[in-house]
């Protein structure tokens, strides 16, 4: 029972922090680049969008820095028998992520806020990036903690403890560098999907000119950056499969439902029926699994039992199998909604090279939907990922069932009870605060002023 | 991997430098938050209050997030045991952060006064109930905490018992006192004069209720004075009875409008506070004031609980090399916001305010 419960928090805590994560990021990047734009161009229509899509940043990651204070605490609340297996090498990530990346953003946001007035231009400048920059080195530190979970590298295990034998491979993981690419460009794709939304959004219903012209131009901007964006995730997405392929058969097999190791192996688009391997209709890519996990027409791609029985030869007797429909159908979520992404993106380019982007009313729908694209991709990719893993906490080396706290389900209960109240109070606030930021006027500049004629006292903010 | 290491033991110090920098930075946070509602008068106070620490509260509360996970990568047994074993408080201490941490960017977004009446609370709240928390855990440590093989066991009232409930509102007092001294110290006019008049009684409420923690944890005794590497009982006693002092010293100094020096003292009593219950802990990651995990030996050792000596040394050379920096540009933070807060010219003293975007 505690173990349900504790898996329940662990993933409601997660996801939700992960709804605004690659939000934040990605959001970071566009603001850093539009105040770069309107630095190096001399460009008001920049300097307005960035405090606009400012103040939408902002709230996400007001919502993200709380949720995330609850997860560096949630291994050893809830997985405290992970912990001591672990700790040698998973908390050293996690302690630098907090040493590098959550002190250079959490800094420099301060700075960045309070200090518009306070510094020159262009170090206000930096202090975005800077900002930028910690939440991405943030995506690093906690990925190499989660590779190590995926595929343990540079270690040994002693006295019933993983023990670190060397960083450099815990650092040079290539699940790392795979995943660490893949969630960087989603989240810019996320944050790039916001800003083409609600600039289209803008833009066409705008009621003067200057308005539609700074919004439009966000626009077109945006899906150039949605395109090539979305377009790297799915690179860096294939690459991920085929060391999936390689590290983790049984994810890649789970992410098909594919019961038996077949060469040429086809991919399924939808399934209905259940996952049992007898389906009541199916449509079928040929090939087009083996291209993936192998990137060879016939490439073979071993199957759910064919695994099952390989892990229960090696680890002893027991179930290796995910929960299969949601490694299925999260794997599609994922993968549909990032190609929903690049229509989106290139169905946008080709209007604005035709100069018809604010035109079309069917756009403005699509890229409104669209912000919700990437969101679904995000949780649902992180779910696979994670899901497919199980039963294992660390592949190969820990099941999660033997990682939990020995704590009460009434503990864990209760307190996830109170997780999903506040979150969906939060999620609310949240919700409305961007919505009523999105109508928030475009700000008129104000005059630059240096350092020097800064105001005696510092402006209110909050 | 059960001794203990020279590694280990400096570890166990850069934690407690860690809480202790927190409790210096975040405790004034947590004390603007209690003392808020006490020296405002109208909507422009609060906001002046909340913008106080606006720039800096979220790098503030990293220290927070550091420690937690400097102890998961040194001592995973410790980082465990402990926030397994104070689930309820821990999760009480992560709702009042919540709940405080998204005040300050909501509470601005609506003009509405029962809106910012809602957040004003939510600060207030978490400010408080962390810090009651933080201080009850700490004295907890102090006094050592019950074991059994499982750890601790004793669920959220076992730690809720008389002595350390004095101890959260030692925690309280102390951190409302430092944050109204520096309030104190940021802000100007009727709003300043208010904030120390808070701070004097804060500061003298601090001071009895610490002698009392004080004096409760010593009576207590300290069931691993025996095991090899524990300090001499003098030396934290020394610390706690400065920290005592300099928070007196601080009244004194805050009464004679000497705001500076008054902050100063504060804060090197609270680092004095968490040093004096860090080597009366020493050389225990938990101490127990009962029972033991290990048959023999009075609560979890650091030795015990460390990480092996590779994982320390790579951590090491981190830190060595990144804490500077991050010193050096927190630092600097408090220095491009160095001057005072003054209320804006075109809202009169209390009267409904303005702004806010």
Redesign the interface.
């Given at each position: 029972m505690t173990l349900d419960l504790a898996r329940w928090q662990f993933a409601i805590v997660t996801v939700f922090h992960f709804f605004f994560v690659p939000m934040t990021i990605g959001l970071g990047v566009m603001v850093a680049v539009m105040q770069t734009l309107a630095l190096v161009r001399k460009d008001e229509t920049w300097d307005r969008l960035s405090r606009f899509f400012g103040r939408i940043f902002l709230i996400s990651l007001a919502v993200g820095v709380v949720t995330g204070i609850v997860l560096e605490f949630q291994f050893g609340l809830n997985w405290s028998a992970y912990s001591v297996f672990v700790g040698n090498i998973f908390g050293a990530p996690l302690a630098i992520e907090g040493l590098l990346a959550f002190f250079l953003e959490s800094t420099f946001i301060g700075l960045w806020v309070f200090g518009r007035e306070r510094l020159s231009p262009r170090l206000h400048l930096a202090t975005i990036w800077m900002v930028s920059v910690g939440t991405i080195l943030s995506a690093l530190f906690i990925l190499a903690a989660n590779a190590w979970m995926q595929h343990p590298v540079g270690y040994t295990v002693e006295d019933g403890q993983a023990v670190l034998t060397d960083f450099g491979a815990v650092l040079g993981n290539s699940t790392l560098w795979a995943s660490f690419v893949h969630t960087v460009v989603a989240a810019i794709a996320t944050g790039g999907a916001l800003v083409l939304g609600i600039s289209i959004w803008r833009a066409h219903r705008a009621s003067d000119d200057v308005e539609r012209d700074a919004f439009r131009r966000g626009a077109a901007f945006t899906c150039g950056v949605v395109l090539v964006a979305v377009i790297l995730v799915a690179v860096s997405g294939d690459i991920q499969a085929r060391l999936m392929d390689v590290q983790q058969p049984m994810k890649m097999a789970a992410a098909e439902a594919l019961y038996n190791t077949q060469n040429g192996a086809s991919f399924s688009l939808l399934t209905i029926g259940n996952l049992s391997g007898q389906p009541v209709f199916q449509i079928r890519v040929p090939h087009l699994l083996s291209l993936i996990a192998d990137l060879s027409w016939n490439g073979q791609v071993l199957g759910i039992n064919q695994m099952q029985a390989a892990e229960s030869a090696r680890y002893g007797a027991g179930n290796y199998t995910p929960v299969l429909w949601l490694t299925y159908w999260s794997f599609r979520a994922m993968v549909g909604a990032g190609v929903l992404m690049i229509l989106l993106g290139a169905w946008g380019v080709w209007l604005g090279w035709r100069k018809r982007l604010v035109q079309s009313r069917w756009f403005v729908r699509a890229a409104l939907a669209g912000i919700a694209l990437p969101i679904i991709a995000n949780a649902s990719g992180w779910i696979f990922t994670e899901a497919g893993r199980q039963p294992w906490i660390v592949y190969g080396l820990m099941q999660t069932a033997k990682g939990v706290s020995t704590v009460s389900a009434a503990d864990v209960g209760g307190t996830t009870a109170a997780f999903v109240l506040v979150y969906s109070i939060l999620a609310v606030l949240a919700a409305v605060l961007v919505v009523r930021a999105a109508h928030h006027p475009l700000d008129r500049v104000d005059e630059p002023s240096g350092p020097g004629e800064a105001p005696a006292a510092p402006r209110l903010v909050y | 991997?059960a001794t203990l290491t020279g590694l280990s033991a400096l570890w166990f110090a850069l934690i407690g430098l860690l809480w202790a920098g927190y409790f210096f930075l975040e405790g004034f946070d947590f004390g603007v938050g209690m003392v808020s509602p006490l020296v405002s008068r109208d909507d422009t106070d609060r906001?002046?209050c909340?913008?106080a620490v606006?720039?800096?509260?979220?790098?503030n509360?990293?220290w927070?997030?550091?420690a937690?996970?400097?102890?998961?990568?040194?001592?995973?047994?410790w980082?465990?045991?402990?926030?397994?074993g104070a689930?309820?408080a821990?999760?009480l201490v992560?709702?009042a952060?919540?709940?405080r941490?998204?005040s300050?960017?909501?509470?601005?977004?609506f003009q509405d006064r029962r809106w910012r009446r809602v957040w004003d609370v939510a600060n207030f709240a978490g400010s408080l109930v962390a810090a009651l928390v933080w201080g009850v855990a700490f004295t907890n440590f102090a006094h050592g905490l019950p074991l059994s093989r499982?750890g601790y066991t004793g669920g959220l009232f076992g730690l809720l018992n008389p002595l350390a409930l004095v101890g959260g509102l030692a925690a309280v007092c102390i951190f409302a006192f430092h944050g109204s001294v520096f309030l104190a110290l940021k802000t100007s006019g009727e709003l300043r004069q208010r904030a120390r008049r808070t701070a004097r009684t804060a500061g003298l409420a601090a001071v009895v209720l610490l002698a009392a923690t004080l004096v409760g944890v010593a009576a207590g005794g300290r069931p691993w004075a025996g095991v090899s590497g524990a300090l001499p009982g003098v030396t934290p006693l020394l610390m706690a009875v400065v920290a005592a002092v300099l928070l007196a010293a601080a009244v004194l100094l805050i009464v004679r409008s000497r705001e500076g020096l008054a902050f100063v003292a504060t804060g090197a009593a609270i680092l004095l506070a968490v040093g004096a219950v860090w080597s009366l802990m020493y050389p225990m990651a938990i101490p127990a004031s009962s029972g033991a995990v290990v048959p023999g030996v009075p609560g979890i050792t650091i030795g015990l609980a460390a990480?092996?000596p590779?994982?320390l040394t790579?951590?090491t050379i981190?830190?060595g090399i990144?804490?500077p920096i991050?010193l050096l540009?927190?630092g600097w933070?408090y220095w491009?916001?160095r001057?005072?807060?003054?209320r804006?010219l075109d809202v009169p003293a209390p009267v409904q305010a303005t702004?806010?975007?």
């Open positions: - | 991997m906001r002046l909340m913008n606006g720039p800096v509260w979220d790098g509360e990293v927070l997030l550091v937690g996970g400097a102890t998961f990568a040194a001592f995973p047994l980082y465990a045991s402990l926030f397994s689930y309820l821990l999760f992560l709702m952060l919540i709940v941490g998204v300050f960017e909501f509470r601005g977004k499982a990480s092996h590779y994982t790579v951590m981190v830190a990144f804490t991050v540009y927190q933070t491009v916001f001057r005072r807060l003054v804006p702004g806010g975007h």
